[in-house]
C-alpha cells in the first residue's frame, strides 16, 4: 500500500515538475515559431531579386546602402566619410547612410566570406538584411509587451507585429535594404531600456543624497540601468541621426512625470537620476560619430549630443527646483506651471539668441509630427500623409493593422484609465503613452513611419489582452488558470484573439480596396524598376568615358576611395562629369552605372534638375548646367525614362509633375489640362510647353524637330460650382481628323472649345530641334513591360480617330530609358535659294528601331544658312571610349539630307536637295571644320507619285521609328512609322472613325505590343 502510495506521489511530482517547467518556459518554442514565421514571410520572394547572377534590391536608397556596405568591407570598421560619386560637382556627406546598420551588414558579410566576402556575397547579405532585423523586431516588443501585459500579453502583442501586413512588413521584405526596418528594431529596444530603468529607479528610490555619501551600493541598479537606456538610446541613433526626435519624447516623457511625481508628493530625484544618467550618456556617445560642427536633424551634428545634454541638465535642474520649492514652502501644485513657464521663457531665449537652431527644430518638429507635408515633401512616396484626403480613416488603417489600431486605442485609453481609477502611476506605463503618441502623429505625418507605430500598436494589445485576462479572472499562473478555467472566460479571451481575424488573417474589403494578409504581401515582394535600367546603366559602365577621362584627360576617381569633405565642394578632376537625371534615380546612376549624377534621392541639386527638366528652349536647359560647376565641371549626359515624361496613370508611374514643384517658375497647369470622360474618368490634354520641355523632347522625339497635325480635341465647356470644366462629348468623337493644317486651326477658332493637338506625340504648334543632345542608348526593355502603363496607352491609342494617327502617335521607341550625350555639335555652313526653308533630315538607327532626326533653318537673302547637327554619320570607330568619347549605339544609316519644300509645277512637285556626311569628331569637337553643302540639285516628282508632303515643308524619311519594333502591316505599336504626312481626299469636315473600327485598332495594337514585349 505504501509503495502505491509512493508511486502516485512520485508521479504526482513528475506531472506537477512538467507542468512547471512549461509554466517557466512556454513562451519560448511559441516565439521560436513566429521568429519563424516572420522571417519566412520576409524571406520567401528572395529569388526574385536574383537574376543572372545579380542581385537587386527595392526602391532607391538600398542601392546607396550597398555601397555604404562594401566600403565598410574594404575599410572595416571605417564608413565613408565623404562621397564625391553623387551630387555633382559637389559631392556629399550623409549622416543616415555609413551607420551602425551599414557596419552590422559589412561585420555579416565579413563573417559570411571569413573575412573576404566577394561583391556576390556583400550584396546577398545585404539583402536579407531587412528580412533578418524585420523579424527580430519581435524580441523588444515581446519584452515590452511583456511588461505590460504578462507573458501571454507579450505573445499576443507579438503575434499581432508577425501578422501585420503593412509599412512594417514591406519595410522588412528581403531586398528592401534600406535602414527603416532597423530604425524600429534599435528604438524600440532603447524604450525597452528606459522602460526597465524608470521601473528600478521607482524601486530604489536613488536621491541626491546617496551621491554625497557615495553609496555605490544604493546606486548602483539605479545607475547601470539608466546607463544602458543611454547606450541603447545612443545606438538607435547611431543607426539612424534623424532619430533625435526620441531624444525629445523622453524629454516631454520626463517633464511631464517629474512634475506629475512631485505634485504627488513624490520625491523628482529618483527619476532625475535615470534623466542625467541616460541622456548625459546618450549624448557622450553621440559625439563620438560627430561629423560636423553645424546644426544638422539628419547628420551626426551637435544637435545629436546638445539635446540629450540639455535634458540631462534640466531634469537636474527640476529636481533641484522642487527641493527649492520646498524649502520655500510653495503649493506643490504651483510647480508645474513654473517649469511650463521656463520651458516658454527657454524656447523663447533659443529664437532670439540661436534662430537657425530654433528654425531648425521647429520645421523638423513640423516635417515629422506635424500632420501635414509640403509640396516637395509629397513628391516623395513614403513622405505623404497617410491619410489623404478624400480617404476614410478606416481605408487606410484596416489595410495596415486590420483592428489592431484601433483596440491600440482602447488600451491605452484603458491604461490612462487605469491612472486615475487603480492608483497605477508606473512611469513606464506613462513613457509608453508619451512614445506611442509622438509615433502615431509622425505615422499620420508620413506614411513611412507606420514601420515605427507597429510596435506600439502591438505593446499596446499586449496590455489590452493582458488587462482582459485579469478581467475575467486569469490573473495567476497558467496552469492555475487552465485547471479553473470557466466558459464566460473562454469566451472573452475567444472574443479577443478573433479581432486579430479580419485583415490579419483573412482579407477584407475596405471600401474600393482589397486587404493583404502577410504571406501575400511577403509572396509579392519584388525588384525596383531598377531591373529595367540595368541594361542601360552597365552599357553606360562599359561604353562612356571613365569619370575623369572624358574628352580625352588623363584624370582618374577611385570608385571606393577614401574622401574628404572640404569646403562641401569637392574639386574633380579635368574629365569628370555629371549625368542630369530626376533625383529619384539618383543612387541607381552612381551604383549600377558607376557615374556621378546631379541629382540624388537625398534632393541634393533637385531643384536644379527641375530647372533642367521643364526648361522649354534648349539655351535655357544649357545655363542650368553651366551654373552648376566650372567650365571643367560638365555635366555630359541625359537619362530619361518613360515615367518622367508620364501624365496619367498610377502615381508612382507619373512622375512628369514632380520636378514643377521644386522649380518656382512652373506650375502643373503649365503643361497639362483635363477632360472628363464620365464618372472618375479623365484624358490628359497636353500643352505646347509640355512638349517643349526638355526631358518630353529628349525622351519623345530624340531631339528632332516635330511639326503639328491636324489633330483637334473637341470638348464641350460645362459649368458646375462656379468653375468651368471641360467635358468629353456624348456621341462623338473626342478626337477629330482634318484634311489640312489650315482647316483644322479654323475649326478650333471658330468653335470655341477645341484645341489644337494635345495627345500623344501630337503637339500644339511646331517643336523646334535640339542642336546640343543626341541619343546615344535605349533600353532593350519597353515601357510596356508595365501593364498600367500598356493600358493607360491602349486608352489613349482607342481615342485617335484612325489608323494615321494611331501609327505617329509614338514618333520615336517608347522603351523604358533612355541615353543622351549633351555635344558641341557639328557646324554646317550652306547655301540655297533665298528666303526659304531648309530642312536636315538624318536617319538613326537604335536598339529598338529607326527614327528620323529633322532639324530647320532659314535662309537669307544671300541666299546662305547655317545649322548645328548633333548627330554623326560616319567616323564612330575613331572616337571611342578610349579617346574619351562615347560608343554610340545610335548610329545613322545614311549621310544626312538637305532639302527645300516641295512646290508644285507643271510636271510635278519640285524641290531641291543635298546630301552630306557630318563625321563623330566633328560633332563632338575635335574637329573644327564646318560641313559646307549646296542645296542646288533639282528634284521632280511626277504627279502621279505626289503626295501632300509639302503640308510641313519636309522631304525625306518620315519622322518616326521602325526596325524590330516597328509597326506591322500598318497597325499602330510602340513605335510605328509617326509619319507627320496628311492624305488628300473629298473630306471638307471632321471625321471619326467607328467605334467597331476604334476596337479592331486598339486589339491589333495590343497584340503588337505583345509581341513587342518579348524581352
Do not use: C
Amino acid at each position: 500500500m505504501s509503495q502505491g502510495t509512493e508511486r502516485v506521489e512520485d508521479s504526482s511530482n513528475l506531472t506537477d515538475s512538467i507542468l512547471d517547467y512549461a509554466e517557466k518556459w512556454y513562451h519560448v518554442p511559441v516565439l521560436t515559431v513566429l521568429l519563424g514565421f516572420m522571417l519566412w514571410v520576409r524571406a520567401q520572394s528572395y529569388e526574385n531579386f536574383t537574376r543572372g547572377g545579380e542581385v537587386f534590391f527595392s526602391g532607391n536608397d538600398a542601392y546607396y546602402h550597398l555601397r555604404q556596405v562594401q566600403y565598410t568591407v574594404n575599410n572595416w570598421p571605417q564608413t565613408m566619410p565623404f562621397d564625391p560619386w553623387t551630387n555633382f560637382p559637389y559631392g556629399t556627406s550623409v549622416g543616415q547612410f555609413g551607420t551602425l546598420y551599414d557596419q552590422l551588414v559589412a561585420t555579416a558579410a565579413l563573417v559570411v566570406g571569413l573575412g573576404s566576402p566577394s561583391d556576390q556575397t556583400v550584396a546577398m547579405t545585404l539583402l536579407f538584411a531587412p528580412a533578418v532585423f524585420g523579424a527580430l523586431v519581435l524580441i523588444p516588443t515581446y519584452l515590452i509587451g511583456k511588461r505590460l501585459g504578462g507573458r501571454l500579453g507579450g505573445l499576443f502583442g507579438a503575434l499581432v507585429l508577425a501578422l501585420l501586413p503593412g509599412v512594417f512588413l514591406r519595410r522588412g521584405l528581403v531586398g528592401f535594404a534600406d535602414h527603416n526596418v532597423v530604425e524600429p528594431f534599435f528604438q524600440a529596444f532603447a524604450v525597452l531600456a528606459m522602460m526597465v530603468a524608470v521601473s528600478v529607479a521607482e524601486r530604489e528610490r536613488p536621491v541626491y543624497e546617496l551621491v554625497e555619501d557615495r553609496d555605490v551600493a544604493a546606486l548602483r541598479e539605479p545607475v547601470g540601468f539608466a546607463a544602458l537606456a543611454g547606450v541603447a538610446t545612443a545606438l538607435y541613433l547611431w543607426t539612424w541621426p534623424p532619430g533625435i526626435l526620441l531624444v525629445g519624447i523622453f524629454g516631454v516623457f520626463f517633464t511631464l512625470k517629474l512634475s506629475a511625481d512631485y505634485v504627488r508628493g513624490v520625491s523628482p530625484d529618483h527619476l532625475a537620476f535615470v534623466a542625467t544618467t541616460s541622456m548625459g550618456v546618450t549624448g557622450l556617445l553621440l559625439l563620438v560619430p560627430l561629423g560636423t560642427l553645424s546644426f544638422s536633424a539628419t547628420k551626426f551634428s551637435l544637435l545629436q549630443p546638445l539635446l540629450p545634454f540639455a535634458i540631462a541638465v534640466g531634469a537636474a535642474f527640476m529636481a533641484w527646483l522642487a527641493r527649492e520649492w520646498d524649502a520655500r514652502n510653495l503649493s506643490p501644485s504651483l510647480y508645474p506651471a513654473a517649469i511650463f513657464g521656463l520651458l516658454v521663457v527657454g524656447t523663447l531665449l533659443v529664437y532670439l539668441l540661436f534662430p537657425n537652431l530654433f528654425n531648425l527644430i521647429r520645421s523638423n518638429l513640423v516635417r515629422f509630427i506635424g500632420f501635414g507635408a509640403g509640396a516637395a515633401q509629397r513628391t516623395i512616396g513614403e513622405a505623404k500623409p497617410f491619410l489623404q484626403q478624400g480617404q476614410s480613416l478606416a481605408s487606410v488603417v484596416i489595410p495596415e493593422y486590420g483592428l489592431m489600431f484601433f483596440t491600440a486605442i482602447v488600451g491605452a485609453l484603458v491604461m490612462v484609465w487605469r491612472s486615475f481609477a487603480a492608483d497605477e502611476h508606473e512611469a513606464e506605463k506613462l513613457l509608453v503613452l508619451v512614445w506611442a503618441a509622438f509615433i502615431t502623429a509622425a505615422a499620420f505625418t508620413q506614411v513611412r513611419f507606420n514601420y515605427y507605430l507597429a510596435v506600439p500598436v502591438a505593446v499596446l494589445n499586449a496590455y489590452l489582452f493582458g488587462w482582459v485576462l485579469g478581467f475575467v479572472g486569469f490573473a495567476g499562473t497558467t496552469s492555475e488558470a487552465i485547471r479553473d478555467v470557466e466558459a464566460y472566460q473562454i469566451i472573452a479571451v475567444f472574443f479577443v484573439v478573433l479581432l486579430i481575424v479580419p485583415g490579419l488573417v483573412m482579407p477584407v474589403t475596405v471600401g474600393n480596396s482589397q486587404t493583404y494578409t502577410a504571406n501575400q504581401m511577403g509572396k509579392s515582394a519584388n525588384p525596383s524598376a531598377a531591373v529595367q535600367w540595368d541594361g542601360t546603366l552597365e552599357w553606360m559602365q562599359g561604353n562612356t568615358p571613365q569619370e575623369g577621362q572624358y574628352g580625352g584627360a588623363n584624370g582618374s576617381m577611385d570608385y571606393y576611395g577614401t574622401y574628404k569633405e572640404g569646403d562641401g565642394d569637392f574639386d574633380y578632376p579635368k574629365g569628370a562629369y555629371g549625368v542630369m537625371s530626376w533625383w529619384d534615380y539618383g543612387h541607381w546612376i552612381t551604383v549600377e552605372g558607376e557615374r556621378i549624377p546631379n541629382a540624388n534621392p537625398f534632393q541634393e541639386n533637385a531643384k536644379t534638375a527641375a530647372n533642367y527638366l521643364l526648361a522649354t528652349n534648349e539655351s535655357q536647359a544649357n545655363d542650368v548646367l553651366q551654373r552648376l560647376g566650372s567650365d571643367g565641371e560638365q555635366t555630359r549626359y541625359v537619362m530619361v525614362d518613360w515615367k518622367m515624361v508620364n501624365t496619367k496613370g498610377r502615381s508612382g508611374n507619373v512622375k512628369f509633375f514632380a520636378p514643377t514643384v521644386f522649380n518656382d517658375n512652373a506650375s502643373q497647369g503649365q503643361f497639362v489640362d483635363y477632360v472628363i470622360q464620365g464618372q472618375g474618368q479623365y484624358t490628359v490634354l497636353h500643352k505646347q510647353d509640355y512638349y517643349e520641355s526638355m526631358m518630353v523632347r529628349l525622351y519623345k522625339f530624340h531631339g528632332s524637330a516635330v511639326e503639328p497635325e491636324p489633330l483637334v480635341v473637341d470638348y464641350e465647356l460645362q459649368q458646375a460650382n462656379g468653375r468651368t470644366y471641360k467635358v468629353a462629348p456624348e456621341n462623338e468623337s473626342l478626337v477629330k481628323r482634318f484634311d489640312t493644317m489650315q482647316q483644322a486651326r479654323q475649326y478650333v477658332q471658330e468653335d470655341g472649345s477645341a484645341r489644337l493637338g494635345g495627345i500623344g506625340a501630337y503637339p500644339n504648334e511646331r517643336v523646334p530641334a535640339l542642336e546640343h543632345y543626341r541619343v546615344v542608348k535605349v533600353s532593350d526593355t519597353s515601357s510596356t513591360r508595365s501593364p498600367t502603363h500598356l493600358r493607360t496607352l491602349q486608352q489613349q491609342l482607342g481615342m485617335l480617330p484612325d489608323r494615321q494617327a494611331q501609327q505617329g502617335f509614338f514618333k520615336t521607341s517608347p522603351t523604358w530609358v533612355k541615353a543622351f550625350e549633351r555635344v558641341p555639335g557639328a557646324e554646317v555652313q550652306g547655301t540655297a535659294p533665298a528666303n526659304t526653308t531648309v530642312t536636315a533630315s538624318v536617319q538613326v538607327k537604335t536598339d529598338r528601331g529607326t527614327f528620323t532626326y529633322r532639324q530647320q533653318a532659314q535662309t537669307g537673302q544671300d541666299g546662305q544658312f547655317t545649322m548645328t547637327l548633333p548627330y554623326s554619320t560616319t567616323g564612330y570607330q575613331q572616337w571611342g571610349t578610349e579617346k574619351g568619347y562615347t560608343n554610340v549605339s545610335a548610329r545613322a544609316v545614311g549621310p544626312y539630307e538637305f532639302s527645300t519644300p516641295q512646290k508644285q509645277g507643271e510636271n510635278g512637285f519640285t524641290f531641291k536637295n543635298a546630301t552630306a556626311h557630318v563625321s563623330e569628331g566633328q560633332v563632338i569637337g575635335e574637329n573644327d571644320t564646318a560641313v559646307t553643302v549646296s542645296v542646288d540639285n533639282q528634284q521632280t516628282i511626277p504627279v502621279e507619285g505626289a503626295n501632300n508632303s509639302t503640308a510641313n515643308g519636309t522631304t525625306g524619311p518620315a519622322n518616326g521609328t521602325s526596325g524590330d519594333d516597328g509597326a506591322t502591316n500598318g497597325t499602330a505599336n510602340e513605335s510605328g512609322d509617326g509619319s507627320n504626312e496628311t492624305t488628300t481626299g473629298d473630306r471638307d469636315s471632321p471625321q471619326g472613325a467607328n467605334t467597331a473600327t476604334r476596337a479592331s485598332l486598339v486589339g491589333a495594337f495590343a497584340a503588337a505590343l505583345l509581341v513587342a514585349r518579348r524581352d
